[in-house]
């Protein structure tokens, strides 16, 4: 079976820093991504990361530890526009994706 | 990047009647495609994985009489939900991954289908 595990909410201050972690325990691994989900609309592409470590995208970075199990997305600089619900996935042995319940992050001012 | 779309973006339909929905791929030939489904504050649900030209792939727990997949090209996939009853309103999601190596899935903007 598929376990993948996120906080469900979180809160944040504009301009701050976030970090959203995800566990996962899959039969199959061909990389982990993240989405971002803004209510009604379907998710958006933000990160894909398939060999250790960390992957830099603008305010964006993803890490990843396989032995673990784990990852998180790093948000900087947090703008408003950034309240959204973000979804970690596991690619499984056979190209589909299982998601994560997602965490639904609120920025304040 | 790559465009999905859906049709019709939102639907209501009586229950015990069938609905359809269209995935389509715009820009690109899609090999595979998968359908999830969405309830309200929760995350994405796999309904199934369908390849062009072959019988879909159902997750335990679905329905495959009931939520019929047809990927008859590379750019279309359809999920019909036959005898729709209320508990089948959702948010319906279709995504699609192509055949150039992209790793990522592309997704659709999704269907809102009510069952009253």
């Known amino acids: 079976g598929q376990n993948i595990d996120q906080p469900t909410e979180m809160t944040a201050t504009e301009g701050a820093i976030v970090q959203i972690n995800c566990t996962y325990q899959t039969s199959g691994f061909n990389g982990l991504f993240w989405y971002q989900q803004h209510a009604g609309e379907a998710p958006t592409f933000l990160s894909y990361?398939?060999?250790?470590g960390l992957e830099e995208k603008g305010r964006f970075s993803s890490f990843l530890s396989r032995s673990k199990g784990y990852s998180y997305l790093l948000l900087k600089e947090l703008q408003m526009k950034d309240s959204a619900s973000y979804l970690c996935?596991?690619?499984?042995?056979?190209?589909?994706?299982?998601f994560g319940t997602g965490t639904r992050l609120t920025v304040i001012p | 990047g790559a465009v999905v779309s859906q049709h019709p973006s939102w639907v209501i339909c009586k229950s015990g009647t069938s609905v359809k929905i269209e995935c389509r791929s715009l820009?690109?030939?899609?090999?595979?495609m998968f359908w999830y489904r969405q309830f309200p504050k929760q995350s994405l649900m796999l309904m199934a994985t369908?390849?062009?030209?072959?019988?879909?792939?159902?997750e335990q727990g679905v329905e495959k009489d009931k939520f019929l997949i047809n990927h008859a090209s590379l750019t279309l996939s359809t999920l019909t939900v036959t005898s729709a009853h209320p508990e089948d309103s959702s948010f319906y999601i279709c995504?699609?991954?192509?055949?150039?190596?992209?790793?990522?899935?592309?997704f659709g903007p999704g269907t809102r289908l009510t069952v009253t």
């Open positions: 369908s390849n062009e030209g072959s019988k879909a792939t159902y």
């Open positions: 990361n398939v060999l250790d």
């Open positions: 820009d690109f030939q899609a090999t595979t």
């Open positions: 996935a596991v690619k499984g042995g056979a190209n589909n994706l299982f």
């Open positions: 995504s699609a991954s192509g055949t150039s190596g992209v790793l990522e899935q592309y």
